[in-house]
């Protein structure tokens, strides 16, 4: 996706105060609105600029922004950090969050709720709800865990002023949870006004990278290295599987490298269950000793063999 630096659609600086901020939206209000703009791109300028807006008026949003912005060149594809987001907790961005914003900014940037004007009107509401994304061990989405979760936001002192804030739930994890997959934890969102319910807080669930498993919904795929011989005369070997004892395998002859051999309802549990994948890794004895050495020289002369012989003359 493309990055969108905020200042710039703006014109401002980074340290630019609310008063700079409010000051060159209006002028660029006034310059490109559609009703009365005579720009070809009115349209599309206004609501970068009305975007660029939502966000650096909003002291929360801001601070986020330039968070993540920091050292980020503007313009070209822009791949944000994996987990740049984990363990911090922000207003909206629950399952079906619709934020008018790009599709990055969409789950951190979500509508804010009149709080203070409704306090002032003794309006009843829910409180707002909270989204986290959380990283966890696969070990965990494979037997079910219970587990604290320390989650930072932006917050307020009595001043008003932004503050980094932090709070620890204990979170319950269950068996076969699938990454991407929320856990809603009802009534840890914001407090409700003038008597409301509580907001909810929705955790994505992200698996921390695994040593040896890779992740795809619910089924895993692993690595399991094959001598020659075994892939080519075919052989059985032992390989673990990710919750129960090592299991014996059988590996086809003549088997290529990157081969899968499917192990059905061994992955991550559900209904279905996921299924395991052993990736075939043919791995080639290393020439370190004379003995080995002479084995490939046997090898070479009693079975020609031309691995370029697709490649022509």
Aim: hydrophobic letters at 35%.
């Amino acid at each position: 996706m493309e990055f969108k630096d905020y200042y710039d659609i703006l014109g401002v600086e980074r340290g630019a105060s609310e008063d700079d901020i409010r000051h060159a939206y209006r002028k660029l209000a006034r310059k490109y609105h559609p009703d009365v703009s005579k720009e070809a791109d009115a349209e599309t300028r206004m609501r970068d600029v009305n975007e660029a807006y939502q966000v650096l008026k909003d002291a929360e949003k801001r601070a986020a922004y330039d968070n993540l912005a920091a050292g980020v060149s503007p313009g070209g594809d822009f791949h944000p950090p994996p987990g740049w987001d984990s363990g911090f907790e922000f207003r909206g961005g629950g399952p079906g969050d619709d934020a008018a914003f790009s599709d990055f900014f969409s789950s951190l940037f979500g509508a804010r709720h009149g709080r203070a004007q409704a306090r002032a009107q003794n309006i009843r509401a829910r409180g707002e709800d909270h989204h986290a994304a959380i990283e966890i061990d696969l070990e965990d989405a494979l037997r079910g865990a219970s587990r604290d979760i320390s989650l930072r936001s932006i917050g307020y002192d009595e001043q008003g002023r932004p503050q980094l804030q932090e709070r620890t739930l204990d979170v319950r994890i269950p068996a076969g949870v699938r990454e991407g997959q929320f856990i809603r934890l009802a009534g840890q969102g914001m407090p409700g006004i003038g008597g409301g319910e509580n907001g909810d807080l929705y955790l994505e669930i992200r698996f921390k990278p695994h040593a040896r498993y890779k992740v795809d919904g619910r089924d895993l795929y692993m690595d399991l290295p094959v001598a020659p011989w075994e892939a080519m005369l075919g052989a059985t070997v032992r390989a673990p599987t990710p919750q129960g004892p090592v299991v014996e395998v059988g590996v086809p002859a003549n088997s290529r490298n990157g081969r899968k051999l499917r192990l059905k309802g061994k992955g991550i549990p559900g209904d279905p269950a996921g299924d395991l994948y052993l990736v075939l890794d043919v791995v080639l004895p290393p020439a370190d000793t004379e003995q080995a050495r002479q084995a490939y020289k046997n090898l070479a002369r009693d079975l020609p063999f031309d691995p370029r012989r697709n490649l022509g003359d």
